[in-house]
């Protein structure tokens, strides 16, 4: 026959609780515009990567443009 599980102190129930926090993202300045995105992506408003254009934005910008 199973036992009955012990309750367990406010305190041990809240100490491990502390790691289910959400945490910041981690947010660095575009190289190109200055903008801030994560670190390590493409820059959603001019394209660039480490300081090369990755994606045309002005192409994106003008197909929409065009439907």
């Known amino acids: 026959m199973p036992v009955a599980r012990q309750r367990h102190t406010k305190a041990r129930r809240d100490r ?10 981690k947010l660095s300045a575009c190289s190109n515009c200055g903008a801030k995105i994560v670190s390590h992506t493409t820059c959603p ?5 480490k300081k090369k254009e990755v994606v ?5 910008v003008n197909k929409k443009a065009k439907k």
């Open 45 to 49: 408003k001019c394209g660039y990567y």
């Open 16 to 25: 491990a609780r502390v790691f289910l926090k959400l945490k910041t993202k």
């Open 56 to 60: 045309n934005t002005m192409k994106k």
